[in-house]
C-alpha cells in the first residue's frame, strides 16, 4: 500500500499504523515533492522514520511528477523508489540510471493521502481492512 504523507507527523502516524497491523507500506511524498520541501528534506523525513521504527517494513518514494531533473537528484541522494511521469522529457535516461542503482521507479497512485485527514491512524487502518477485504 502507498500513503501519501505531508509532513514527519503523518510519516510518524502511518508508519506506526504500520508495525501495529503488521503490514509493509510504502510512504509516498505528494506530486512534485521535490519542488516544495526538496529530495534532501523527504529523504532527511525518511530517515527518522527508519530511525524511530527501525523494525517497520517501510519502504519511501519520491513523487517526482513529470520533473526528470529531480527524480535524477533523487537517485543521486540515495532515493529506493521514485515516481515519475512516464511522458516526462528524459524519463528513459532517468529509467537506465533508475536501473543501474538499483532503485525502482513505481508506477500508479497512491492508496491514500492523507492531505485532509484529521486522524491519520484511522485513515490508514481503513485502507488496510478495505485492501485484504477486497
Known amino acids: 500500500m502507498q500513503i501519501v504523507v505531508h509532513d514527519l507527523a503523518q510519516a510518524m502516524a502511518a ?7 503488521g503490514h509493509a507500506l510504502t510512504l509516498r511524498t505528494p506530486p512534485n ?6 529530495v534532501g528534506g523527504w529523504l532527511a523525513l525518511q530517515n527518522a522514520v527508519a530511525t524511530a521504527l ?3 517494513n517501510i519502504s519511501f518514494c519520491v513523487d517526482c511528477g513529470g520533473h526528470a531533473g529531480d527524480a535524477h537528484a533523487a ?14 522529457p528524459g524519463y528513459a535516461r ?5 536501473e543501474k542503482t538499483g532503485a525502482a ?3 500508479g497512485q497512491a492508496t491514500l493521502d492523507l492531505a485532509f485527514e484529521h486522524d491519520p491512524a484511522q485513515a490508514i487502518r481503513r485502507a488496510f481492512l478495505a485492501t485484504t477485504t477486497t
Open 54 to 56: 527501525p523494525s517497520a
Open 15 to 21: 508508519a506506526q499504523c504500520a508495525v501495529a497491523e
Open 94 to 98: 532517468i529509467a537506465d540510471i533508475a
Open 33 to 38: 515533492a521535490g519542488r516544495v520541501l526538496g
Open 105 to 107: 521507479i513505481l508506477d
Open 75 to 88: 537517485l543521486n541522494f540515495g532515493a529506493r523508489q521514485i515516481a515519475l511521469d512516464p511522458s516526462a
